[in-house]
């Protein structure tokens, strides 16, 4: 017969809090056991290992006796944050916590195999805990590797297209690769802040080694050379092939406001023309310097 | 608080803190008039670095202080727009194309100087 | 012996934060965006994302000093299936426009509600929309998404 299920009945946390906590060596011993033989964290040492392992347990049982959900999860996150560089995955994290859930709960039937309403009012107490601290370790773990992941990725994203200090005053932007608008955002981004930091005046965006651009991204370059001029700075645009160049007038993007220059070298050239020109005219201040 | 404006040789240099408020435009605007007839200032640079919103009033009131002050023979630079600002205006839609536009108070000066130089020129032709 | 799980703990999907500023004056107008920035700062927005935020809010908050004198901004934190961003609801209970369509057309660049203000705010935001009663008020909410890539 069954005893009557009571969810929430916790009256039995703290006998069973200190039954684990007396037990702590034992199991954290049996537990580690079980870890090295379903060859999980085979990414770290036996010591880490250990180490882990005891502030982990620690961790465990303190929750299931406070209930506290804010600390596992900062203590969640801090562990994540850990273990994620050290190559440890997913279905790790989840495959330890669930053992440790089962080490516990071993422990328990043990202890009150004779009595078997109380082994149900203690498991009643023990089982909604655990499946939290499950879930909430989880889902932190997860959480933390989506946002590496999409920190590792805006990197790429801005190694893939370096802003380049050419001269002083001038940066050249070569741009390689198919261009979506979020590329393209994160390119307006990283070169007005390029221009800010190398006081540039003339840029030069080379997008020789781009296949195609449509509408969207063509407007977006539009707008990369306006924001350039509020910020001081000529832009040149060099490499529009003649295929770009009658997709953009047919499409009806506004091409007067770039400046157009057949190749990157060609750029560089007139753009350090127009600043030889500006130092030229500082150093002599005679009209004959005028071309 | 009205805008501070610095004389800085022939130049005045008047630095944009926070928002303005319609009345607070307006009062720039005439002191700076003023200055330019006592200082028979050429030129002037607004300096708007602290500003971390430009929208479509505040893009209104410089264009209308620079047109002002241009009548009154001194020609304006705006300097210090943000990255992410200058980015926001493109994106809105305010251009700027008729305001001259430097990346700071040294840049500001340089282009100045080149304003004035060339314009000397010109008017001795 | 069977075990359920109860369910994901209440933080998982925390409750969205909410500010109401009420304007009515120029420096309601930058109370208004700064509290849009700071918001858009602690859901993880970039700075570029925020100050599109910001200059989007500036627009209606002026908008309504201008046109109609007083109203309401409504600022909240909001989630979708994981995606963060900030939703912002301006209200008024000025005399309303007639036609919203015209209203958020480019090139409008007269003067009165019709100016350049709505069709770029539109534009700095992912999410759009304005309704509007002649005699009643106009109400206009958008929205702006956290994009990837951000820790």
């Given at each position: 017969?069954?005893?009557?299920?009571?969810?929430g009945?916790?009256?039995?946390?703290?006998?069973?809090?200190?039954?684990?906590?007396?037990?702590?060596?034992?199991?954290r011993?049996?537990?580690?056991?079980r870890?090295?033989?379903?060859?999980?964290?085979?990414?770290?040492?036996?010591e880490?290992?250990?180490?882990?392992?005891?502030?982990?347990?620690?961790?465990?049982?303190?929750?299931?006796?406070?209930?506290?959900?804010?600390?596992?999860?900062?203590?969640?996150?801090?562990?994540s944050?850990r273990?994620?560089?050290r190559?440890?995955?997913?279905?790790?994290?989840?495959?330890?916590v669930?053992?440790?859930?089962?080490?516990?709960?071993?422990s328990?039937?043990?202890?009150?195999?004779?009595?078997?309403?109380?082994?149900?009012r203690?498991?009643?107490?023990?089982?909604?805990?655990?499946?939290?601290?499950?879930?909430?370790?989880g889902?932190?773990?997860?959480?933390?590797?989506?946002?590496?992941?999409?920190?590792?990725?805006?990197?790429?994203?801005?190694?893939?297209?370096?802003?380049?200090?050419?001269?002083?005053?001038?940066?050249?932007?070569?741009?390689?690769?198919?261009?979506?608008?979020?590329?393209?955002?994160?390119?307006?981004?990283?070169?007005?802040?390029?221009?800010?930091?190398?006081?540039?005046?003339?840029?030069?965006?080379?997008?020789?080694?781009?296949?195609?651009?449509?509408k969207?991204?063509?407007?977006?370059?539009?707008?990369?050379?306006?924001?350039?001029r509020?910020?001081?700075?000529?832009v040149?645009?060099?490499?529009?092939?003649?295929?770009?160049?009658?997709?953009?007038?047919t499409?009806?993007?506004?091409?007067?406001?770039?400046?157009?220059?057949?190749?990157?070298?060609?750029?560089?050239?007139?753009?350090e023309?127009?600043?030889?020109?500006?130092?030229?005219?500082?150093?002599?201040?005679?009209?004959?310097?005028?071309? | 608080?009205?805008?501070?404006?610095?004389?800085?040789?022939?130049?005045l240099v008047?630095s944009?803190?926070?928002?303005?408020?319609?009345g607070?435009?307006?009062?720039?605007?005439?002191?700076?008039?003023?200055?330019?007839?006592?200082?028979?200032?050429?030129?002037?640079?607004?300096?708007?670095?602290?500003?971390?919103?430009?929208?479509?009033?505040?893009?209104?009131?410089?264009?209308t202080?620079?047109?002002?002050?241009?009548?009154?023979?001194?020609?304006?630079?705006?300097?210090?727009?943000?990255?992410?600002?200058?980015?926001?205006?493109?994106?809105?839609?305010?251009l700027?194309?008729?305001?001259?536009?430097?990346?700071?108070?040294?840049?500001?000066?340089?282009?100045?100087?080149?304003?004035?130089?060339?314009?000397?020129?010109?008017?001795g032709? | 012996?069977?075990?359920?799980?109860?369910?994901?703990?209440?933080?998982?999907?925390?409750?969205?934060?909410?500010?109401?500023?009420?304007?009515?004056?120029?420096?309601?107008?930058?109370?208004?965006?700064?509290?849009?920035?700071?918001?858009?700062?602690?859901v993880?927005?970039?700075?570029?994302?925020?100050?599109?935020?910001?200059?989007?809010?500036?627009?209606?908050?002026?908008?309504?000093?201008?046109?109609?004198?007083?109203?309401q901004?409504?600022?909240?934190?909001?989630?979708?299936?994981?995606?963060?961003?900030?939703?912002?609801?301006?209200?008024?209970?000025?005399?309303?426009?007639?036609?919203?369509?015209?209203?958020?057309?480019?090139?409008?660049s007269?003067?009165?509600r019709?100016?350049?203000?709505?069709?770029?705010?539109?534009?700095?935001?992912?999410?759009?929309?304005?309704?509007?009663?002649?005699?009643?008020?106009?109400?206009?909410?958008m929205?702006?998404?956290?994009?990837?890539?951000?820790?």
């Open positions: 017969m069954q005893a009557p299920r009571t969810e009945d916790d009256s039995c946390l703290p006998e069973l809090v200190s039954h684990l906590r007396d037990n702590r060596t034992g199991l011993e049996e537990w580690a056991q870890i090295t033989d379903a060859h999980l964290l085979s990414a770290m040492s036996e880490e290992i250990f180490s882990e392992v005891t502030s982990v347990f620690d961790k465990y049982v303190d929750t299931l006796e406070t209930g506290s959900v804010e600390s596992l999860q900062e203590y969640a996150e801090d562990l944050e273990i994620i560089p190559g440890v995955e997913t279905h790790e994290v989840l495959g330890i669930l053992l440790l859930r089962d080490v516990l709960a071993r328990l039937f043990q202890k009150y195999q004779e009595d078997f309403e109380l082994l149900n203690v498991l009643d107490a023990y089982e909604p805990a655990a499946n939290r601290i499950a879930v909430i370790v889902v932190s773990f997860v959480q933390e590797r989506e946002r590496v992941i999409g920190q590792q990725q805006a990197t790429i994203r801005e190694l893939s297209t370096p802003v380049l200090q050419v001269r002083e005053r001038l940066l050249a932007l070569p741009i390689i690769g198919e261009l979506d608008s979020q590329r393209a955002a994160q390119l307006t981004d990283q070169l007005l802040n390029a221009v800010r930091s190398n006081r540039a005046r003339v840029v030069v965006i080379d997008i020789t080694g781009v296949p195609s651009i449509d969207n991204v063509a407007n977006h370059l539009v707008q990369t050379v306006r924001a350039c509020l910020m001081g700075a000529a040149l645009v060099t490499g529009l092939s003649s295929d770009i160049a009658r997709t953009l007038v499409l009806g993007v506004d091409l007067s406001m770039m400046d157009t220059v057949g190749d990157l070298q060609g750029g560089i050239e007139e753009a023309h127009l600043l030889g020109y500006e130092v030229r005219k500082a150093q002599a201040a005679s009209p004959e310097d005028k071309r | 608080m009205p805008v501070p404006i610095l004389k800085q040789g022939h130049y008047a944009i803190q926070d928002a303005l408020s319609d607070e435009v307006l009062e720039l605007q005439e002191n700076l008039l003023k200055q330019i007839g006592d200082f028979r200032a050429r030129g002037i640079i607004v300096d708007v670095t602290a500003m971390d919103v430009i929208d479509s009033f505040a893009s209104r009131s410089l264009r202080v620079a047109l002002t002050t241009r009548l009154r023979g001194a020609e304006m630079v705006i300097v210090g727009i943000q990255p992410d600002v200058a980015s926001a205006m493109v994106q809105f839609g305010l700027m194309d008729d305001i001259n536009t430097a990346l700071n108070l040294e840049e500001g000066l340089e282009f100045l100087d080149r304003w004035t130089a060339e314009r000397a020129d010109a008017d032709g | 012996m069977s075990f359920w799980i109860v369910g994901p703990p209440k933080e998982q999907t925390p409750m969205g934060d909410e500010v109401l500023v009420a304007i009515s004056s120029d420096m309601d107008v930058v109370r208004a965006r700064q509290t849009g920035r700071s918001m858009a700062t602690q993880g927005l970039s700075r570029s994302e925020a100050t599109l935020l910001a200059t989007a809010i500036s627009e209606v908050a002026r908008n309504i000093v201008e046109y109609v004198g007083e109203g901004i409504l600022l909240c934190t909001v989630n979708l299936n994981g995606m963060e961003g900030i939703k912002v609801v301006a209200t008024d209970s000025g005399p309303g426009i007639e036609n919203v369509a015209t209203a958020l057309q480019d090139g409008e007269s003067g009165g019709l100016g350049l203000g709505l069709p770029g705010a539109r534009r700095l935001m992912d999410e759009f929309h304005m309704v509007s009663k002649v005699g009643e008020g106009t109400t206009v909410t929205t702006k998404w956290k994009g990837p890539g951000r820790g």
